[in-house]
């Protein structure tokens, strides 16, 4: 299982750490590049935001490209997603799921909500 914080509401163009933090095993144990972050708007499918790719870069998606990003800390065995000038259109529930899933979106945590407010 994998627990999900951070989220709340924020005003466009703020920024927001979310965390994920698993419960009953360690990071470290699957690799960095196994945790991935996802989202799902009301209506909307569950998409891929971020993962760690070949050699630890980090990949984002389209929407999220040179704004969102990152952290592994295997210390304390978490990963954060840091959201920088968020839009309201980043409006969702995030998740964090292996990232080779397809749509894990409420399968392995409950999320956490995050509400931009124009």
């Known amino acids: 299982r994998l627990v999900e914080s951070g989220g709340g509401s924020i005003e466009d163009g703020g920024s927001l750490t979310l965390t994920c933090t698993p419960s009953?095993?360690?990071?470290?144990?699957?690799?960095?590049?196994?945790v991935a972050w996802y989202r799902q708007a009301p209506g909307s499918e569950c998409e891929k935001v971020s993962f760690f790719s070949t050699g630890g870069a980090v990949w984002s998606s389209y929407s999220g490209k040179g704004r969102f990003t990152m952290v592994a800390d295997n210390v304390k065995n978490i990963v954060h997603l840091q959201m920088n000038r968020l839009k309201p259109e980043d409006t969702a529930t995030y998740y964090c799921?292996?990232?080779?899933?397809?749509?894990?979106?409420?399968?392995w945590g409950v999320g956490t909500l995050v509400t931009v407010t124009s």
């Open positions: 799921a292996p990232y080779y899933l397809q749509s894990p979106c409420g399968l």
């Open positions: 009953g095993f360690q990071i470290e144990e699957r690799g960095l590049a196994w």
